[in-house]
């Protein structure tokens, strides 16, 4: 696993205890939380006024767009199973339900173009569709 932070490639080892630079020397996890949190810090720059609006409103929910139109059979029983684990685990979600807010599609589409619902956030950040979720 590589993350690329501010130009640097950190390489976890396989054991998950340390992180090694480019340049083969170890460094702590405690550097790695802190490179993370510098780029979702206070000097994070946005594309937009949207994505800034959203990452103020959604730091730390979860967000599922859903719709609930029932003409599309297959992506109307993917949001619905989507919603169902969410309900199983107990976790409280802020759904977004394209059908009935037509901002709710401009938002979707300006986060991730070509998208298609379910689609499931984490202060967000995309963690992916049906499939991902029911994995």
């Given at each position: 696993?590589e993350l690329?932070?501010?130009?640097?490639?950190?390489?976890?080892?396989?054991?998950?205890?340390a992180?090694?630079?480019p340049?083969?020397?170890?460094?702590g996890?405690k550097?790695l939380?802190r490179?993370?949190?510098?780029l979702?810090g206070?000097?994070t720059?946005?594309?937009?006024p949207?994505e800034?609006r959203?990452?103020?409103?959604?730091?730390?929910?979860i967000?599922?767009?859903v719709t609930?139109v029932?003409a599309?059979?297959?992506?109307?029983?993917?949001?619905?199973?989507v919603l169902?684990?969410?309900?199983?685990l107990?976790?409280?979600?802020?759904v977004?339900?394209?059908?009935m807010?037509s901002?709710?599609?401009?938002e979707?589409?300006e986060r991730m173009?070509?998208s298609?619902?379910?689609?499931?956030?984490?202060?967000?950040i995309n963690?992916?569709?049906?499939?991902?979720?029911?994995?």
């Amino acid at each position: 696993l590589e993350l690329y932070l501010g130009g640097d490639a950190l390489r976890l080892v396989s054991d998950d205890r340390a992180i090694v630079t480019p340049d083969g020397t170890v460094r702590g996890k405690k550097n790695l939380v802190r490179s993370v949190l510098q780029l979702f810090g206070p000097n994070t720059t946005f594309a937009s006024p949207l994505e800034e609006r959203l990452y103020n409103e959604e730091k730390g929910k979860i967000v599922v767009y859903v719709t609930s139109v029932q003409a599309v059979r297959d992506v109307y029983e993917k949001s619905q199973r989507v919603l169902k684990i969410f309900e199983l685990l107990r976790l409280k979600i802020q759904v977004k339900d394209i059908a009935m807010d037509s901002r709710f599609i401009t938002e979707l589409e300006e986060r991730m173009p070509g998208s298609s619902v379910p689609q499931v956030l984490v202060s967000c950040i995309n963690i992916g569709g049906a499939k991902r979720i029911q994995e």
